[in-house]
């Protein structure tokens, strides 16, 4: 079994190859795709063969999936272009008659109403459109998106949000790597939906007071209103747009679509995830700089 992981300069990606020498792949048996291949050196000295895999090239596409049966599509971060730029790797992915594409999704992907869950919905439609045997992964937050928020809390002692008493599932980005590795190996997997997300399901209140043994001051939860939150992100230099689409995802979590925790991720994995102390106190350091 040849494995691509796409993305593999990014910061999942390179987890991912990590998870998957771990696991026991060899490198002879793992292919690593980046735009730029130059920021895939370290990977490369491993023994892993590198490609050039641009997401909006498909003749790139077509190039690195050549005598690779098992693809690893981690989502992309171009906004509004995903959906076609997914569609590429789909058609390759169908044309090189690849056995298990497995993607990374958002968390209830085909039901939720918020702004990231589009792209994704469309994503994984066009997978089943495709006819492709498949894998979904929805990944709920990872830990280290709170890094920056708890890093500027050292200094203000406050985190600010407008997502009330709404709970995430967050896991380390190593934990979702792991769970993505597990199934890129595997067999069984296919036509499964997995909600990855952490064991544990926290508010912002436990952020706070988990904020606050990590940088070593007393940090509060400061509860914003939508329209509060909003002037507040402009107030810091957002356009309009982006700021509604800041407080649009936090609307989300306030209605719930990161708050659900199964144990599917730890059951793959056969460990729990990294509980939240212990991701943000590896994540926080790095962002204080």
């Known amino acids: 079994m040849t494995i691509l992981v796409t993305a593999a300069s990014g910061q999942l990606g390179r987890l991912v190859v990590d998870a998957l020498l771990a696991r026991g792949a060899q490198p002879a048996d793992v292919v690593a795709g980046a735009r730029d291949t130059s920021k895939l050196a370290d990977v490369a000295a491993r023994g892993i063969r590198t490609v050039e895999l641009d997401y909006a090239r498909p003749d790139t596409i077509a190039a690195?999936?050549?005598?690779?049966?098992?693809?690893?599509?981690?989502?992309g971060t171009e906004f509004g272009q995903r959906a076609a730029q997914h569609q590429n790797v789909i058609d390759a992915a169908k044309a090189a008659r690849v056995t298990k594409l497995v993607y990374t999704s958002a968390p209830k992907a085909t039901t939720a109403d918020f702004a990231l869950a589009a792209e994704h919905k469309a994503t994984e439609e066009a997978i089943a459109a495709a006819g492709v045997p498949a894998v979904i992964v929805r990944h709920n937050w990872y830990t280290e998106n709170y890094a920056a928020d708890v890093a500027r809390a050292a200094s203000t002692g406050t985190i600010a949000a407008s997502v009330a008493d709404g709970r995430v599932a967050s896991a380390s980005?190593?934990?979702?790597?792991?769970?993505?590795?597990?199934?890129?190996?595997?067999?069984?997997?296919?036509?499964?939906?997995?909600?990855?997300?952490?064991?544990?399901?926290?508010?912002?209140?436990?952020?706070?007071?988990?904020?606050?043994?990590v940088v070593g001051r007393s940090v509060e939860y400061q509860r914003l209103t939508t329209s509060?939150?909003?002037?507040?992100?402009?107030?810091?230099?957002?356009?309009?747009?982006?700021?509604?689409?800041?407080?649009?995802?936090?609307?989300?979590?306030?209605?719930?679509?990161?708050?659900?925790?199964?144990?599917?991720?730890?059951?793959?994995?056969?460990?729990?995830?990294?509980?939240?102390?212990?991701?943000?106190?590896?994540?926080?350091?790095?962002?204080?700089?």
């Open 64 to 75: 690195a999936l050549d005598g690779v049966d098992t693809v690893l599509l981690i989502s």
């Open 173 to 213: 980005r190593a934990d979702f790597a792991e769970g993505d590795a597990v199934v890129l190996l595997e067999d069984g997997h296919v036509g499964q939906v997995y909600e990855f997300g952490g064991d544990v399901v926290w508010d912002y209140s436990e952020l706070a007071v988990v904020a606050s043994e």
């Open 228 to 289: 509060e939150h909003v002037a507040a992100l402009e107030s810091a230099g957002l356009d309009a747009g982006t700021a509604g689409f800041v407080a649009g995802i936090d609307d989300a979590i306030r209605r719930g679509v990161l708050g659900d925790a199964d144990g599917t991720l730890s059951r793959l994995i056969g460990r729990p995830t990294t509980p939240l102390v212990e991701g943000l106190q590896a994540a926080v350091p790095s962002a204080l700089v």
